[in-house]
């Protein structure tokens, strides 16, 4: 028998030892057997390389990490002199080199790791000859343990959940930091809530998961967030001035809230309307150009007016123009803000839940003013533009609309965008049969999508139908045809701002009145 067959015999005969003993010590009659300490893993299979046997055994795989290293010289005449035990990445592993076998302790190993052993024997040969040099070397990997391959969502709302998903399956957790955690009934997940929930927070937790053999893979550092406070503004910014008298009062939201019902009932708007007399025409700062010569009779648009009194409180009706967005329109006899005003909305949401999980951490307030009642009226039928002022028609002229192929639609707006000097360019392409691409278009003020008031230096036909959908109005600016023509569009400019109602009505000449009806 060899001496590598009798080491063998030696390891099996004594776990046999030790069984017989244990059983001879057992007390007899005993109802419950006494506790004993849990084994720790015994080594596994050696095989051998050259002149040297690895144990665990060269290419093993999931090898259980409590296990120890041992390479020993496997034939006669050999001495080990080296032996290194390496991980991937890391740094060798502390070992005991004596006599014929190197050893690294139990529980040095770590799990979810390939190891690289190079181990060097010095072999005798013949009597006289010098000894060989033996290097070998051999590789294993540690057994696989669960491992967190996704965390969803990273950010959560108060109620909601992370769900981190494992690269296998686990049979336990260990979770340390400031979380809830449990296992799902696969063990592929973990659902992850905050022990403490609070806004706009990180929250950094260790994960310790045990795979299916109950062996404890490393600790894993995950982090979530939690939404943070929701947010709002209002439209017209606070301290906006001289607004006209239908701007839309609109509230944008960071998230939907979780009852718009109740979010509405939060919301006031009060008017700080002192009571001012009804200025006239001649208040301008410059006189109104003379007016173009215009059908007769023409209806006069402007309606009465008398200021409202003084410290106004409004009602108004809440209109959610999507899930994030809602305008207040106010419900006065006109629908409109009172002129010469100053609208004050307050939104008293501190703490109101949204969908998304958060809440708002304080109330808003912001406020407007106004300025005079400027109301702009275009009749189509007679292609006049009437501007009015607190009641009284403060000018009219002439001026152009879109043909009935390309005509204005009808209906109440107010001016949303001013630009002094705008180019205007087709949206067909530079090959379509009305394409278009005009510069310098003087002192335009959109009230419809891209429909504008604005001057027209390319034609003098006012009173006819010429544009693309704009009314178009006289001017002299950049008019080298008609350098004379009335400053009829600089006049409405230096009338008009932000948020004065456009009112379009009548019919475009040869058009059928069904057509222009705006949506």
């Given at each position: 028998m060899s001496a590598l067959s009798g080491r063998a015999l030696?390891?099996?005969?004594?776990?046999?030892?030790?069984?017989?003993?244990?059983?001879?010590c057992s007390p007899v009659g005993a109802s419950t057997p006494a506790p004993r300490p849990t084994p720790s893993p015994s080594p596994l299979p050696s095989s051998v390389v050259g002149s040297i046997s690895f144990s665990p055994p060269a290419d093993a795989t999931a090898v259980d990490p409590g296990v120890p290293v041992v390479i020993t010289a496997a034939t006669a005449g050999a001495t080990l002199t080296s032996v290194t035990v390496t991980p991937d990445g890391g740094s060798p592993l502390a070992g005991d080199l004596s006599g014929s076998a190197y050893t690294v302790k139990a529980g040095s190993l770590a799990p979810d790791a390939r190891y690289t052993v190079t181990a060097v024997a010095e072999v005798r040969?013949?009597?006289?000859?010098?000894?060989?040099?033996?290097?070998?070397?051999?590789?294993?990997?540690?057994?696989?343990?669960?491992?967190?391959?996704?965390?969803?969502?990273?950010?959560?709302?108060?109620?909601?959940?992370?769900?981190?998903?494992?690269?296998?399956?686990?049979?336990?957790?260990?979770?340390?930091?400031?979380?809830?955690?449990?296992?799902?009934?696969?063990?592929?997940?973990?659902?992850?809530v905050?022990?403490?929930?609070?806004?706009?927070?990180?929250?950094?937790?260790?994960?310790?998961?045990?795979?299916?053999?109950?062996?404890?893979?490393?600790?894993?550092?995950?982090?979530?967030?939690?939404?943070?406070a929701a947010t709002a503004y209002a439209y017209p910014a606070?301290?906006?001035?001289?607004?006209?008298?239908?701007?839309?009062?609109?509230?944008?939201?960071?998230?939907?809230?979780?009852?718009?019902?109740?979010?509405?009932?939060h919301l006031t708007v009060t008017a700080d309307s002192p009571a001012a007399p009804a200025a006239s025409p001649s208040a301008d700062a410059s006189p109104a150009p003379a007016a173009s010569p215009a059908p007769s009779p023409a209806a006069n648009p402007c309606t009465g007016y008398a200021p409202p009194a003084p410290g106004t409180a409004l009602t108004v009706n809440p209109v959610w123009l999507s899930a994030t967005r809602v305008r207040l329109a106010p419900t006065t006899p006109d629908g409109y803000w009172p002129a010469n005003s100053t609208i004050t909305v307050h939104a008293a949401m501190a703490n109101l839940k949204t969908s998304a999980g958060n809440w708002w951490g304080g109330d808003l307030t912001s406020s407007f003013?106004?300025?005079?009642?400027?109301?702009?009226?275009?009749?189509?039928?007679?292609?006049?533009?009437?501007?009015?002022?607190?009641?009284?028609?403060?000018?009219?002229?002439?001026?152009?609309?879109?043909?009935?192929?390309?005509?204005?639609?009808?209906g109440?707006?107010?001016?949303?965008?001013?630009?002094?000097?705008?180019?205007?360019?087709?949206?067909?392409?530079?090959?379509?049969?009305?394409?278009?691409?005009?510069k310098h278009v003087p002192w335009t003020q959109y009230f419809d999508g891209g429909a504008a008031l604005h001057g027209a230096w390319w034609h003098n036909n006012f009173?006819?139908?010429?544009?693309?959908?704009?009314?178009?109005?006289?001017?002299?600016?950049?008019?080298?045809?008609?350098?004379?023509?009335?400053?009829?569009?600089?006049?409405?400019?230096?009338?008009?701002?932000?948020?004065?109602?456009?009112?379009?009505?009548?019919?475009?000449?040869?058009?059928?009145?069904?057509?222009?009806?705006?949506?």
């Open positions: 030696s390891r099996v005969a004594l776990p046999l030892l030790s069984l017989v003993l244990l059983a001879a040969q013949a009597a006289g000859a010098a000894p060989v040099e033996d290097s070998e070397t051999s590789h294993f990997s540690t057994v696989t343990t669960p491992r967190v391959t996704a965390l969803t969502p990273a950010t959560i709302g108060d109620g909601q959940s992370v769900v981190l998903t494992l690269s296998e399956a686990a049979s336990a957790i260990d979770v340390s930091g400031p979380v809830k955690a449990s296992l799902g009934p696969d063990g592929t997940t973990v659902t992850v905050p022990a403490t929930y609070a806004q706009g927070q990180s929250y950094a937790f260790t994960l310790i998961a045990r795979n299916l053999k109950g062996i404890a893979g490393a600790p894993q550092k995950q982090t979530f967030a939690t939404l943070g606070g301290g906006s001035g001289n607004m006209g008298v239908a701007v839309p009062l609109t509230l944008t939201l960071s998230a939907a809230p979780a009852d718009k019902s109740d979010f509405a009932s003013s106004t300025g005079d009642k400027r109301v702009i009226d275009v009749n189509l039928s007679t292609q006049t533009l009437t501007a009015c002022k607190n009641g009284v028609q403060a000018n009219q002229f002439l001026i152009s609309s879109g043909t009935p192929s390309h005509f204005t639609y009808t109440h707006f107010a001016i949303y965008r001013r630009v002094a000097d705008e180019e205007m360019k087709s949206p067909e392409g530079p090959f379509a049969p009305d394409y278009y691409d005009i009173g006819h139908p010429m544009s693309h959908g704009c009314v178009n109005v006289q001017t002299p600016t950049d008019n080298t045809r008609w350098p004379k023509a009335t400053p009829q569009a600089e006049w409405l400019w230096n009338f008009d701002n932000v948020g004065d109602p456009v009112i379009v009505s009548g019919v475009t000449p040869g058009l059928n009145p069904a057509q222009q009806q705006s949506d």
